[in-house]
Structure formats: C-alpha cells, structure tokens
C-alpha cells in the first residue's frame, strides 16, 4: 500500500496530498526558481500529476504562468506557494517545504549554472536537467 502524505499552503485554506513516491527530488537554482521562491534555492518533489489530490480550498487556488513549462500554483488567501504544474515533463513539482511529513531526500540540483548559493554537499550538479527530461544531462563541478 502506497503512504500518504498531508500537505498545505501557508494557512490551511489549501490542502492536499500526495500518494506514492516521488519520480525525483532536489535543488532548483533557476532565476524562476529563486524570484517565486523568494530564496536563493527551491527544494523539490516532482510527482505524477494523480498522485496529487487537493482535498479542500480547489477554488482557492491561484495560478500563473510566465511560461508553457510552469503553471506556479498559490492560495488567493493567503499568497502561500503549493506547486507548479510541468505539462512538457509531465510532473507536478510539490514543494518540499508544504509537505512537512514527508521524508524529503534530495538526489541532485538542477540549473545549478545559474546558482547564487554554492551548496557542497556531494550530490551531483547539473547544469540544467537531466537528458530524459528534457536538458543536456551536463554535470559541473561544486
């Protein structure tokens, strides 16, 4: 049986869940990144959209696109950030910090060409995504 996870917005309009496991986990270092996240990094979790169920305040929920690639998703109440919808790749992006429960474990940092925090910590940097989702698949140094 898969477990479940709680998550919410900042103030609890919002909340969802999220079943399963991950298809990935890490460090974005993109200038989107970093201006909606208001930091200079944003941990997350990259999910298959049917493993993310809202299940209270689904008309709360606020949404932007300053692309195709990212539907950055928020609560009108509170202007705390939930996800971002990837349609290219598929994926939902949870961020880490709205899961509290959930055992996060990052396994690599993306866009890390673009970093403003040089993080050592051993895990592999890419310069942008990997191959199968879409990047070159480069690694660069810490």
Known sequence: MSKTYQGSCFCGAVQFTVTGAPEGMGYCHCESC??????????FTLWKPEAVKITKGADNIGSYNKT???????????????????????????????????????????NYQETRLHIKDGLPKLKDFPKELGGSGVAIAE
């Open 34 to 43: 970093r201006s909606w996240s208001a930091g200079p990094v944003n941990a």
């Open 68 to 110: 195709e690639n990212s539907y950055r998703k928020w609560c009108k109440t509170c202007g705390g950030h939930i996800f971002t919808e990837h349609p290219g790749m598929g994926l939902t992006d949870v961020y880490a910090a709205v899961i509290p429960d959930f055992p996060y474990a990052a396994g690599v940092h993306v």
